[in-house]
DNA sequence: TTGTAGGCGTTATCAT
DNA sequence: ATGATAACGCCTACAA
């Protein structure tokens, strides 16, 4: 009176289409998901059952039994950023396709967070992960390995790691940038940069500046450096410490667009022309490179490309089980406003 | 000597972690979901087993058998748009404050396809969703009330609608900006839209310009409107159409700060001083608001809030099946830059 | 082509 | 405080 006799109808389940069809739960679970295999006729009346019970089927329940669960898990930084956020979209849009959901989780940038979400994604039976940048635990990745969770790390592109991956070579995309730089004459830099701890990007992109230095017979010690978080007001107000440190200062290169937006407003707000007294530059190109003025002077990033292609990547590795080859995508100078000749060389 | 004896590891389950604490798997369970009802000796053993098989919970048995996920699920627009992620960001800071899972998709501004995602996520046993707007076919509302799933809509708050909500008036905001601008004098208008069918904050938006219009006994047939997607690029094609068919306006209103930034580099690139020549205003207030030069004047918009209000909210009505109050968080006239008197004010 | 039935890993209700 | 054991909803050999 309790169980089986319950009248309110409550969410449809398998055993409650077979019944209204008139056949069994096996047959109409490959309804769903063998069409092919069962008889046309069969077929049309177990579809019109599922259609007006309003069937959907428990994706516990599904997961649990098939082991598998069309989930594909992403775990980034913050999502605030537009830089990830764009390439998460790119990333679902893909997935999509497939069919498959996307779970995505943040972990601010701390390392500890990030290993527990990555834990609790795999125990959602996320069945492959999307992760960004490979600095992180070998604990971690031989959980992965352990459990077979084929996983991708993006933004990155970096000879030395040994895991499969998608993204630029951020370090030598900060090289080929300080190169330009220092040929227009600069020699008095300023460099600002997101907290490099637990970020190998921010390393990377610090460490490209500091070879190119080298190249040039300069020291990486002699470049007025600020390290801070990410926003637009940091990047303001560690513009405004270099300057002081260094009232001499031709060009400040920055880590990313976010905080090149910061120093070019402040920049503007003590009365300095950009690029005529002092050069600015950027890196990621995220829309407000284009749209402030002088526009800036940035690494293109190919946010949206290396998002598909993890997604893609992803969807191999989990179908067929293969290890695809990293891929390198290219990043590029983009030449716009913000960086102009020393003013030394007049 | 294929199922019980296998001699590969695998996933350790419950099972496992009981046999090697010698314990029941029902007392494992009760060490990790209520351990203050387990002794404390065999508590530590258990945990111990816990710890050294590595073991974690199966998601998907756990949400099966306890018929609930803690796990909320988030349906917004598009992700690539810094209102949606920064308050989805928020949102799901709050929740992890609760242990709470969140699920994120997005819909791209289909209606349909949005219907599909919510369905989706409440397959996958979402406790409760977040929605944006209230404007969706009453199929699907029904559908979460039969099956009892709590949802808020945000993003939006009309006195109009029934559904819990929490965000701000969007037609009250736009009317009070339109009444600035015509407080300063501007009659010949501008506005650029975003695509409004589907989209009730474009409607809300567009309606309080049309109210503020007829206050001052001006008609919105006499604005050269333009309705465009979301992009920098569209705004500013937008604004010059504007320009071309009424070369005296005044004034660009833009529904969003996006639209409006394109439509202030566009008139920059026109020769045009804002707001000496034409003034803009823009409706968000998100980063590029303040960056751009001169800075937009623009809507306040507390996405954060909302987000963060969404989730104390969905965690109340998951948690204690209340229906609380609908919430208005206030939005307010951001003065910037970019909004002047009329020039024939002159 | 279709049905039967054993599992999947937990939770929760009873006893003990 | 602990242990059996029946769900939970679906998948998938295996049998028919």
């Known amino acids: 009176m309790r169980k089986q006799d319950e009248q309110i109808p ?123 940048g490979h600095d992180r635990s070998d604990d971690i990745y031989k959980f992965l390995e352990r459990r077979g969770i084929p996983y991708v790390v993006a933004w990155v592109h970096d000879d030395g790691q040994s895991h499969v991956s998608i993204g630029f070579d951020n370090k030598l995309a900060m090289q080929s940038l300080t190169r330009a730089v220092l040929d227009l004459g600069h020699r008095r830099l300023g460099y600002i940069t997101a907290q490099r701890i637990g970020n190998d990007r921010a390393q990377a992109r610090y460490g490209g500046l500091s070879d190119a230095l080298s190249e040039s017979g300069l020291s990486i010690d002699d470049v007025a450096l600020e390290e801070t978080d990410y926003s637009i007001k940091s990047g303001a107000d560690a513009f405004d410490r270099i300057l002081k440190r260094q009232p001499d200062t031709t060009v400040v290169m920055c880590g990313n667009d976010v905080l090149a937006a910061g120093a070019l407003q402040k920049a503007r707000s003590l009365g300095l022309q950009v690029p005529k007294d002092v050069s600015i530059t950027g890196f990621d190109d995220i829309d407000i490179a284009e749209i402030v003025s002088p526009a800036l002077t940035t690494i293109h990033v190919p946010h949206r490309n290396m998002g598909r292609g993890a997604a893609s990547m992803l969807i191999e590795m989990s179908r067929d089980g293969t290890r695809p080859k990293s891929r390198e995508l290219p990043a590029h100078i983009e030449w716009r406003g913000t960086l102009g000749p020393s003013p030394d060389q007049m």
């Open 10 to 132: 409550g969410v449809p389940t398998l055993q409650d289409v077979a019944k209204a069809a008139g056949v069994s739960t096996a047959t109409v679970s490959r309804c769903l998901n063998a069409p092919s295999v069962v008889s046309e006729k069969t077929r049309v009346r177990v579809m019109e059952a599922v259609k007006t019970l309003g069937y959907a089927p428990n994706f516990s329940a599904q997961a649990l039994a098939a082991k598998r669960t069309n989930t594909f898990g992403a775990i980034v930084p913050t999502m605030a950023n537009a830089i990830f956020a764009r390439g998460l979209q790119a990333f679902q849009e893909e997935l999509q396709k497939s069919n498959i959901t996307m779970l995505v989780a943040s972990s601010s940038y701390r390392p500890e967070l990030e290993e527990e979400q990555i834990r609790a994604l795999v125990a959602r039976g996320a069945d492959a992960l999307l992760l960004i």
